[in-house]
Structure formats: C-alpha cells, structure tokens
C-alpha cells in the first residue's frame, strides 16, 4: 500500500519554494509550510523563485519527484507577462533556443513552444506591476522540457523583453485550473505519458 502523499499548490508571489531555512538573513521570509499542514517530509518537486507564482508540485516520494525533475523530459507551460510589445522576431528566437548564462557559463536553451497570448485568466497577484501608463506589456505562453536557475526570465530579457510577471500554470498533465492563490489540491501521481 502506498502511504506516500501528493500534493498540488499555487505558490502566491513571495513565497520561497521550501519549507525552512537555515540562513539567518532569510528567516523573514514566507515558506511554504505557513500555506497548509503538509504531512512530514513533504518536499517540493523542482522550484518556482520568490518572484514567481504558480503550479508547484509536492509530494513524500522522491522517486516522483525524481521523475519529474530529473528523468522524464515533462513539459512545464509558463504564462509571462513581459515588458512592451513582443515581437514575432523575439518569439522566433526564444523557439529556436538562445544563449543565457547560468551560473557564469554560456548555456544554449533547448528549442521550446512560444506563442503571444491574450491576457490570460488567471487570479490576481499581491506583485507590484507596474500599469500602461509606463508603456505597454504582453503576455506569451512558453511550454518548456527543462528549468535552469530563473530561465524563463533570462530568455525574455536575452530577446529584450524582461519578464513583469511568471506564472506555471503546467506540469505535465497537471494545472492550475480552478484554483486560487495559495490553494493546495491533493492530487494522484500519474506517469507523464
């Protein structure tokens, strides 16, 4: 019998993807343990930036964990809202792939899905957004197989486009769909096929 537990959440902006710190300087920050009583040993599979919100996965079995982060190529989809009027040009370059450096080496992005999309449907943020007073924004879509150290936010600004707002609202089969910020769903492990 499996006594391992699964969990879906949408991490609010400001939140850090973990459960305790051990820094001193980071003690203030908002943890995830604070949003529900998460069973013991509960561990976040990958990770979304403070900055970030959205889909994040947690579970008690690493070999799920495993899979999705580290084995099966998973598709994670990303809504950003990116500052002024993006490009055909920059979404040509952001699916082909790009150069941006992670860790103070060059790393070439494999290609990826990228579409300009509406304003999506999605819930409000407690993030500071600057309005249209400012210049203009849009919003693409990107569907990735891979998650380096803040690499949506690279690729945008790599194509002149710095990122305002970044929220997963995909992990392979699972969403974000109907929930709110903050939000936990207990979910049932699936294979990604």
């Known amino acids: 019998m499996d006594t391992h537990h699964y969990f879906k959440l949408y991490k609010p902006y400001g939140y850090i993807s973990q459960f305790i710190t051990n820094d001193k300087h980071a003690r203030r920050k908002k943890f995830l343990g604070t949003l529900y009583d998460f069973p013991e040993g509960t561990m976040a599979v990958g990770r979304l930036d403070e900055n970030s919100e959205g889909l994040l996965l947690l579970t008690t079995d690493g070999g799920f964990s495993h899979n999705i982060s580290k084995g099966k190529k998973v ?14 040009d920059a979404i040509k370059m952001l699916q082909q792939g790009l150069e941006i450096s992670i860790n103070g080496k060059n790393y070439q992005t494999k290609p990826c899905k990228a579409t300009m999309i509406e304003t999506p449907s999605i819930p409000p943020t407690s993030q500071r957004i600057r ?39 995909r992990i392979g089969s699972y969403t974000i769909e109907n929930m709110e910020c903050g939000s936990v769903k207990k979910i049932t492990p699936t294979n990604f096929l």
């Open 131 to 169: 309005d249209d007073r400012h210049g203009p924004t849009s919003w693409i879509a990107l569907i990735l197989k891979e998650g380096k150290f803040r690499q949506v936010r690279k690729m945008t600004a790599a194509v002149g486009f710095p990122t305002l707002r970044l929220v997963r609202v």
């Open 75 to 88: 598709e994670k989809e990303y809504y950003v809202q990116v500052d002024g009027m993006i490009t055909s």
